[in-house]
């Protein structure tokens, strides 16, 4: 029989919850600080942030198997490998590349039927809020920012988000563009393609509204004018696995409903905290 990682250290969060939702928490032995999904994986050692990491305390758990994420993390990733260690680092970017890594993780840990499962409950609820959003009677164009200053948008997995839960990207090109400093966006060039709706979730902070209202210009876009500025929390949109898939896509399915005027099926309304605002 394979002997498959008993000891696994996870520097981001999706990795985490996808173990959780595999049955394969137990082997989680380290977490990044920023994990907050499920609530009771904040219980496990912290060991590292985001872009850096406590080296002594990533050893101390002994981890057969340390998990990663992006180029970000590709400092870390040397430095551990030089100690000794192993580790495999995940890219993905898009849906696809998601469940893609939904199912490497199961393979990784010996349980690929529980990962084929997972990934076939995660797409059946795409295809529901897909199916949904074809009721709208127009898809809302919609400004999606990752970051405030300077701004940046089109993160891929969102916009690929945005478009199943029935809106249509006002940058829909941002998305080709791996590095966060490539999808900077000039906000001058906002006013003239009229976003109906403008989605925030900054990472780590909480979205100012009056920020984004005061940005010359601004004021005459459709977005404004009628008060559609909301934001998602960064845990449920901005960390590429099921969260995104589940939450957070059902969160902007709720927001672009609201916009459309159509009642949202209650069947696909999101299950945590929403914008107070689309309460209006």
């Known amino acids: 029989m394979a002997d498959f990682p008993r000891r696994i250290a996870c520097l981001t969060e999706e990795t985490v919850e996808t173990l ?11 977490v990044s600080g920023y994990t907050a999904r499920p609530p009771e ?19 101390a758990v002994e981890p057969d198997l340390v998990l990663a994420f992006s180029d970000l993390q590709a400092d870390i990733v040397r430095e551990l490998m030089l100690r000794g260690v192993t580790v495999f680092a995940f890219n993905e970017r898009s849906i ?29 609820g795409l295809h529901r809020i897909r199916a949904s959003a074809a009721r709208f009677p127009h898809r809302p164009r919609v400004l999606f920012e990752e970051w405030k200053d300077p701004l940046i948008s089109g993160i891929r997995w969102v916009e690929e988000l945005i478009e199943i839960a029935g809106g249509d990207p006002v940058f829909p090109l941002l998305r080709h563009h791996q590095d966060a400093k490539n999808r900077i966006v000039d906000p001058a060039t906002v006013p003239p ?23 010359h210009g601004w004021d005459q876009t459709a977005a404004v004018r009628n008060h559609h500025i909301y934001e998602i929390k960064s845990t449920y949109i901005l960390q590429p696995g099921p969260a995104a898939l589940t939450e957070g896509v059902l969160q902007l399915h709720s927001i672009l409903a609201h916009v459309a005027g159509v009642p949202p099926d209650p069947s696909l309304l999101p299950r945590e905290r929403l914008d107070p605002d689309l309460r209006r």
């Open 20 to 30: 959780y939702l595999l049955g394969e928490q137990d082997r989680i032995v380290g």
């Open 193 to 215: 393609l009229d976003p109906e709706v403008i989605i925030a979730s900054w990472c780590g902070m909480k979205v100012a509204k009056q920020h984004i209202k005061a940005r």
């Open 41 to 59: 994986a904040r219980k496990k050692p912290k060991i590292s942030a985001f872009i850096t990491a406590k080296f002594d305390k990533i050893l």
């Open 96 to 124: 696809a590349e998601i469940l893609d890594m939904i199912l490497v993780l199961a393979r990784i840990v010996g349980v690929e039927a529980k990962g084929l499962a997972l990934v076939a409950e995660l797409n059946a």
